[in-house]
């Protein structure tokens, strides 16, 4: 399982310099998105006590050595590329882009948890019923807004921004 964690934070960290590549965004909105990425990986013990103590869902895997350090590391860097792709979209769409971006991820995040916890049942185990599907899209939501806020506070409104020479 952990060779999981390594090999996803590599792929996460790959994903990230792929979006500064291909987004250009100024060097305050790449450290928007990193602080950004980083709050939301500090809001997992949360995410997952709530969600563990709701019966919504669990992960056995947490319990080895190593393994909280490197799903924040993951998280975070899996987040700070989603929030400049998002940056991205709000630069060309406005709020109203950003709004049905938001809500794509909400509606395919739980299928594609689902189907990773399928393949790899020691990474996470769902409950059964509605309402850890609503709880997975709730912490989506939670998480997405949560970074793209402290995005915000650091780099400022995204029609302010100038996109970086390629």
């Known amino acids: 399982m952990m060779w999981f964690l390594v090999l996803s934070c590599f792929v996460y ?13 100024p060097k305050r909105r790449v450290i928007g998105a990193l602080a950004g990425g980083v709050a939301a990986g500090l809001s997992l013990p949360f995410i997952f006590a709530i ?31 989603v929030a400049l792709v998002f940056w991205r979209i709000e630069h060309r769409f406005g709020w ?8 794509v991820v909400c509606v395919i995040g739980p299928p594609r948890d689902y189907a990773i916890a399928s393949l790899y049942p020691n990474l996470m185990v769902f409950g059964h019923g509605i309402a850890p599907i609503v709880g997975n899209a709730a912490a989506y939501m ?13 780099a400022g409104p995204t029609r302010t921004d ?5």
């Open 13 to 25: 960290l790959l994903l990230l310099g792929t979006a500064v590549y291909f987004t250009r965004p």
């Open 51 to 81: 969600a563990d103590a709701q019966g919504w869902w669990r992960c056995p895997f947490l319990s080895l050595a190593g393994a909280p350090v490197l799903t924040f590391l993951g998280f975070s860097l899996s987040y700070a590329a």
């Open 96 to 103: 109203r882009g950003t709004a049905y971006s938001l809500a």
């Open 162 to 166: 100038r996109l970086a020479p390629s």
């Open 142 to 154: 939670f998480t997405l807004a949560l970074t793209l806020s402290v995005m915000l506070l650091i």
